[in-house]
């Protein structure tokens, strides 16, 4: 008994501890002067590791989803004869909650675990500690790069997944099952606002972003240098930064759209 | 991987992403269509609203013409006043036109459906921030189904 209450107050000191260490780590990657013209090419390798190599399946996944959106939702709407509010139905889901969720989950699954398995071998192969040998911060040089490339792709990646998902509506909607193709984007016109509904689903995507970059930079760079530890960071990088998202995707709904 | 190579995929990354923004602003959320065009504003006060909001369209015959730019209550007469905004190019409404808030459909959304009036050498063209005096209020099938229990009740 006395062990395990033990137990819970080490797990809550040991996340506090965790949580400060990412805070601090966050702010020596970008304590300073940001220089990206002069690490231009480290940016640059970023971006394309972490937002066009992950851009496959958030295309597949987007067309998928907003296929699957119309279907499902066509045969409710039928029952009401409402078939002509098939195009707000995709388009808001869509913009407002699948988009920026779906993927954020898709991008700590494929850039997330990759992000801290890379840093959490450097750890252990002890390239950070040679970078520091060399007079080179290895935050500035490796976290900080990695941190602005996951801040920059994943509102781009979610913004591809909302226009991929509404066509793929259309796809299935109009193509398919008959919806009027006008009447489709007409309703989608009508209902949907620009400030109210695709500025907040950017705002969500970034806020998403920043929490699944950070979540997996620091499971890598605090990970147990074995390859046990790497392992064992890059599980906990996906589950955390799942738990997260959802948790922060409720705080955000009900300040954005619960009033 | 070539530096050049790099720069090409990420730069056709970015475009994509641009050209999704800029699908979803002109052709999902239809931004400054309406906004961009110049309009002119009139007012109108109603005995009641109903369920009428702010960027309920204006519709004349069907077509639309405008939208409900704010609703705000009149603070001596409580009354709702409904600021509309016209399109410019429908500038030739006479001052006897008319305005009633209708129902498309059975459950759809309210509108405000504007009958244009007759013209004669006497009647003037409305003009930005003029008040439409002939208006019709929201039906409210409450007050309906009350009117009605009361006749079967006179009878």
Redesign the interface.
Known sequence: MLKQIQQLGANTLGTLQGLGRATLMLFGALWGRPRPLKNWHLYMKQIYVVGVLSLLIILVSGLFIGMVLALQGYTVLAKFGAEQMLGPLVALSLLRELGPVVTALLFAGRAGSALTAEIGLMKATEQLSSMEMMAVDPLRRVIAPRFWAGVISMPLLALIFNAVGILGGHLVGVDWLGVDAGGYWSAMQANVDFQQDVVNGVIKSIVFAFIVTVIALHKGFDAVPTSEGISQATTQTVVTASLAVLGFDFVLTAVMFGG | ?T?RK??L??G???A??I???L???M?????GVAGSDQSYQLLAKFENIGGLKV?S?VKVGGVVVGRVESIKLDPESFQPVVTLDINSSYNNFPETSSLAILTSGLLGEQYIGLQPGFVDENVEILKNGDYIEDTKSAIVLEELIGQFLFNRGNQ
Do not use: C, D, G, Y
């Not at chain 2, 052709?27 to 931004?31: E, F, I, L, P």
């Open positions: 991987m530096s790099l720069e995929f990420v056709f990354f970015v994509l992403a050209a999704a923004l699908l979803l602003a052709k999902v959320a239809n931004t960027r369209p």
